[in-house]
């Protein structure tokens, strides 16, 4: 059974910092690409940043280019999200997702497991 499950959520202040983590379980994350997305209440869920099976490759939102980095541990089956400078407007729900697929993607069709999700508030 394929199961993804995030953690490290929770309160911050703005300009503050925060690392997701997202573990993998039930398979072989290093063929997987793995991407982080978030979602507002009552809006669609939204990509922030992806990267590759390898390491290699990464893309990220405009919006969090320069204050998040993704990067990910295949022999813990790990992936991660440091968010760095938050902003108020990243008070929201943050999940994982991944594909078998060696490359990037983006798309929330692109990915067919998701983590339950893991709740971040910005605010003083």
């Known amino acids: 059974q394929v199961l993804l499950v995030e953690s490290g959520g929770g309160l911050v202040k703005p300009g503050g910092s925060l690392r997701l983590s997202c573990v993998a379980s039930?398979?072989?994350?290093?063929?997987?690409?793995v991407g982080w997305f978030r979602q507002a209440p009552g809006k669609e869920r939204q990509f922030v940043a992806a990267?590759?099976?390898?390491?290699?490759?990464?893309s990220y939102a405009a919006f969090v280019k320069g204050r998040f980095t993704i990067s990910r541990d295949n022999v813990k089956n790990m992936m991660y999200l440091q968010m760095n400078s938050v902003k108020p407007e990243n008070t929201v729900v943050y999940f994982c997702?991944?594909?078998?697929?060696?490359?990037?993607?983006?798309?929330?069709?692109?990915?067919?497991?998701w983590g339950q999700g893991t709740q971040v508030t910005v605010s003083l």
């Open positions: 997702a991944a594909r078998n697929f060696p490359g990037v993607k983006t798309e929330n069709s692109d990915f067919d497991s």
């Open positions: 039930g398979f072989a994350l290093h063929y997987y690409a």
């Open positions: 990267i590759s099976s390898s390491g290699g490759s990464t």
